[in-house]
């Protein structure tokens, strides 16, 4: 369910990022992102490969949702069957 308060929008370029400020990143399957169809981390090399992976897939667009949970954004790209999520206490919006 999206809250009236979420705020999401769509970049072809990736947001500078400070590491330090990512809590976890995912790895899996479209859908559910519970860790049932993929894998968090929180190491700091899985975070650096999430940056490059993104960082490669800009073009194809990535998602910024803000409101949910404790995070402030979540920086997304969605596959055709697989997607990579980056959970930052960043505020991506810009705004």
């Known amino acids: 369910m999206v809250d009236k308060n979420d705020k999401q929008k769509v970049v072809t370029e990736l947001p500078k990022l400070d590491l330090a400020l990512i809590n976890q990143v995912y790895f899996g399957m479209q859908g559910c992102a519970c860790g049932c169809r993929g894998n968090y981390h929180e190491t700091l090399r899985m975070k650096k490969v999430a940056v490059a992976k993104l960082a ?37 919006m810009g705004d």
Request: net charge negative; proline share 0%; aromatic share 6%.
């Open 56 to 92: 490669k897939r800009a073009s194809d667009g990535l998602q910024i949702i803000t409101g949910l949970a404790e995070d402030k954004s979540i920086l997304s790209w969605e596959g055709e069957d697989r997607a990579i999520r980056i959970y930052t206490q960043q505020d991506l």
